[in-house]
């Protein structure tokens, strides 16, 4: 059974910093395109970022230069480091990989 468990969220200061890790279980991450999205009530999922099996990432325009999508095949885990936060990055951060979602993790970026 394929499960993704995010780490890591929280409430930063804009400006800030933070980390998401995703734990894969039941799956070789390093074997699968993975991918991050995140969402804000009342509006749609929004891909974040995403890590293809031979190491290509793409952003969304909104957060080009301030995230970096990462593997760490060891650990069996993707992570997604996230610089100079802003107010509108706060959402609900997913793990994603074909038809297999993570719960999802609060990330509050607020001063």
């Known amino acids: 059974q394929v499960q993704l468990v995010e780490s890591g969220g929280g409430l930063v200061q804009p400006g800030g910093s933070l980390r998401l890790s995703c734990a894969a279980s039941g799956i070789r991450s390093r074997f699968v395109p993975m991918n991050w999205y995140r969402q804000v009530p009342g509006k749609q999922r929004e891909l974040v970022a995403s890590?293809?099996?031979?190491?290509?990432?793409d952003y969304a325009d909104s957060v080009k230069g301030r995230f970096t999508i990462s593997r760490d095949n060891a650990k069996n885990t993707v992570s997604l480091h996230m610089t100079d936060l802003k107010p509108e990055d706060t959402a609900a951060y997913y793990c994603?990989?074909?038809?297999?979602w993570g719960q999802g993790i609060q990330v509050t970026v607020s001063s």
């Open positions: 890590i293809t099996t031979g190491g290509s990432t």
């Open positions: 994603n990989t074909w038809n297999f």
